[in-house]
């Protein structure tokens, strides 16, 4: 399984995704970028992640410092504070898990086709109404 980071907002909606074959911090500050293009988030957003090292690492800290992001690291074996990311990621772990990609290109076409048409556009969610997170945000 390659690396995949997902920034996600409170419509559900993932906002940025990045894969890698390589599990290192450059991934999660261009997904940060590229939510940050994306939405223009005001200042008091929150980054919540696992307490890995490269979600630690200086450079991802100073990106979200400067954009007046705050951090937030769960404790140790508590998975509570970012339940709908851990969610979001067992949904999307067992809807691939059986697929075998012999190239990064193959699995960015599968994880783009169920991120971006299904997951954003079609699949319903309860605390949204039962709409996408692309109908919530348009209404």
Not at 14 to 40: L, P, Q, Y
Not at 105 to 112: E, Q, V
Not at 117 to 130: D, E, I, K, P, T
Request: glycine share 6%; charged share 25%; net charge positive.
């Amino acid at each position: 399984m390659f690396p995949l980071e997902s920034i996600r907002s409170v419509s559900r909606k993932a906002n940025s995704w990045k894969i890698s074959k390589k599990n290192v911090f450059e991934i999660i500050v261009g997904g940060i970028h590229s939510a940050i293009e994306t939405r223009n988030p005001s200042k008091g957003l929150i980054f919540h992640s696992d307490r890995g090292s490269n979600y630690c690492f200086g450079e991802v800290r100073k990106v979200l410092a400067n954009n007046w992001i705050r951090r937030s690291n769960s404790r140790k074996g508590n998975c509570w504070d970012k339940a709908v990311t851990e969610f979001f990621f067992s949904t999307l772990k067992r809807k691939i898990e059986f697929n075998v990609f012999q190239k990064l290109k193959d699995a960015i076409n599968n994880l783009s086709e169920y991120i971006e048409l299904f997951y954003n556009r079609q699949r319903s969610h309860s605390l949204l109404g039962y709409v996408s997170p692309e109908k919530f945000e348009l209404n």
